[in-house]
């Protein structure tokens, strides 16, 4: 075992990273080396309770055994396949997806940012006419690739990397009104998060989503939910907009798809994803033998075990825990849960209860500054819930900003 420094992190892997990964993360001075659960152990042996794991990719907590066990399978019979080929893998993880969707046809891909650059292409190349805007929405984040970045209407993560992809007009999240005054004759699309991640866990409005799908209706314009970090499981139905009754044109999925292991995908209805013909857009690793069969695994895992009810129920169990701290704390502003997506958007700047978190063994995120974020895993126990609560409650009440 490696002799950790005062920070945690070993000198020789301190080394290792100084020396050779480029350093465009924020990373804590930890070295992880194992998972089970809602758990993570550092090389020192320390054990921290996780209530963010995988950045929401793992949903079903880290190495779930089914998922393990048919990666495990599938890695000693056929590890990757070019898509001009056939996989019986493949084939069923898109018709469980579109089973339990709206009935659509499945590209894949191996990342969120992925799957929102299909989408973008997908929207022009079956607009008529040469139509290529799309109408995005302030705090969303679609991805870090050039279309996706710029489709993501935050300014910080455009900083230096102009000129942008031309084309995208950026709306209020929730102004219907200011939707309609962007839609113009070459308008394509229109792309929002059923409930945005990155952007502080922001729930729509009543009737948003509808009024959404009614423009895009009446201007023959096509509905593109992104639901890289809310579907799959994570809001108590399998997609987030299921909670609304409004359906998409066209999904984008992504984070927990594969329980961890890389994977993406987007969805489109059977009427418009032949105009991704042949030859205009690819994905080299996409629905790869492992990621097909860790997908199939996640979507069986989830349903032989009741994992959607008990998303619901975990969700509520937060909401019980944590929504008294609005009225006991005046910096708390806002409790906003969906599931397995929760934001606790404080009034002061809430970065230093991640450190002060990790301190106690708990591990957490914000987002945009003042937003407590927690995408903990279905497969989370009553006593692991209550655990992680009493630290980010103690850490609140005791938070010196």
Not at 117 to 124: N, P, S, V
């Amino acid at each position: 075992m490696t002799t950790a420094t005062k920070s945690g992190l070993a000198p020789e892997i301190a080394q290792l990273f100084d020396e050779y990964v480029i350093p465009n993360y924020g990373r804590f001075p930890l070295t992880l080396e194992r998972g089970e659960g809602s758990y993570v152990w550092d090389d020192q042996g320390t054990r921290y309770l996780d209530f963010f794991p995988g950045w929401g990719c793992n949903l079903l907590g880290h190495c779930p055994l089914p998922v393990v066990e048919a990666v495990q399978d599938q890695v000693a019979k056929l590890i990757h396949v070019p898509n001009t080929w056939h996989t019986e893998a493949q084939g069923r993880w898109a018709k469980l997806l579109s089973q339990r969707s709206f009935g659509g046809q499945a590209f894949f891909c191996n990342s969120g940012a992925e799957a929102n650059e299909a989408a973008i292409k997908l929207a022009r190349l079956h607009s008529p006419g040469g139509r290529y805007k799309i109408v995005t929405f302030t705090g969303g984040f679609h991805g870090r690739t050039f279309a996706a970045v710029t489709a993501t209407a935050q300014p910080k993560y455009h900083e230096g990397i102009g000129p942008l992809l031309p084309g995208f007009n950026y709306a209020p999240f929730g102004d219907l009104e200011a939707v309609k005054q962007k839609i113009d004759d070459e308008t394509a699309a229109i792309l929002v998060e059923p409930i945005q991640g990155e952007g502080g866990i922001r729930l729509p409005p009543e009737g948003f989503l509808q009024g959404l799908r009614q423009l895009a209706d009446e201007n023959n314009l096509l509905l593109i939910f992104d639901e890289v970090q809310a579907g799959c499981g994570r809001t108590g139905k399998w997609f987030a907009y299921q909670h609304s009754g409004v359906e998409p044109d066209i999904m984008t999925l992504a984070k927990s798809l594969c329980g961890g292991v890389a994977g993406g995908a987007m969805l489109a209805r059977k009427e418009i994803a032949p105009s991704l013909r042949p030859g205009m857009h690819a994905a080299t690793f996409g629905g790869n033998p492992l990621a097909a069969r860790a997908g199939i695994a996640t979507i069986e895992m989830i349903e032989q075990q009741n994992l959607l009810e008990r998303a619901t129920e975990l969700g509520e169990a937060f909401r019980n825990r944590f929504q008294p701290l609005q009225e006991e704390l005046p910096y708390v502003a806002e409790i906003r849960i969906c599931g397995l997506m929760i934001g606790i958007e404080l009034s002061v700047e809430a970065t230093a209860i991640v450190q002060q978190c990790l301190d106690r063994g708990l591990l957490v995120n914000c987002t945009q500054g003042n937003v407590v974020r927690l995408l903990p895993a279905m497969t989370l126990s009553d006593d692991e819930l209550a655990a992680g609560c009493d630290i980010l409650a103690d850490v609140l009440r005791n938070f010196n900003s």
